[in-house]
């Protein structure tokens, strides 16, 4: 079992900045894949980002690339989203993913957070 907690989500302006973290529990985290989804309303859940176990490899959403930056801490079992030039368009509520090394390749993920609200609006 993996427990994910997000944090780091809230209100901010087109074009601004906003940093999301992922704190894991539970399993070894250090040989799980990560990813980052978000939901807007009345849409399906969507790819956002994800992070192989070592770190190495790094795959994003055409729509957020060049914008947003996944990053791990194997020593802090966290994993953050860094995302810069916000767009209302990226209002969303964000989840942290997490699954097996194969995960990162497949694209599925096993264990989700509660996900944090995230809003670009002037």
């Known amino acids: 079992q993996v427990q994910l907690v997000e944090s780091g989500g809230g209100l901010v302006q087109p074009g601004g900045s906003l940093r999301l973290s992922c704190a894991a529990s539970g399993r070894t985290f250090s040989g799980s894949s990560m990813g980052w989804f978000r939901q807007a309303p009345g849409k399906e859940r969507e790819f956002v980002a994800g992070?192989?176990?070592?770190?190495?490899?790094?795959r994003y959403a055409d729509s957020v690339k060049g914008r947003f930056t996944i990053s791990r801490d194997n020593a802090k079992n966290t994993v953050v989203l860094q995302m810069n030039s916000l767009k209302p368009e990226d209002t969303a509520v964000y989840y942290c993913?997490?699954?097996?090394?194969?995960?990162?390749?497949?694209?599925?993920?096993?264990?989700w957070g509660q996900g944090t609200q995230v809003t670009v609006s002037s």
């Open positions: 992070i192989s176990w070592s770190g190495d490899n790094t």
């Open positions: 993913a997490a699954g097996d090394s194969g995960s990162y390749y497949r694209g599925k993920y096993d264990y």
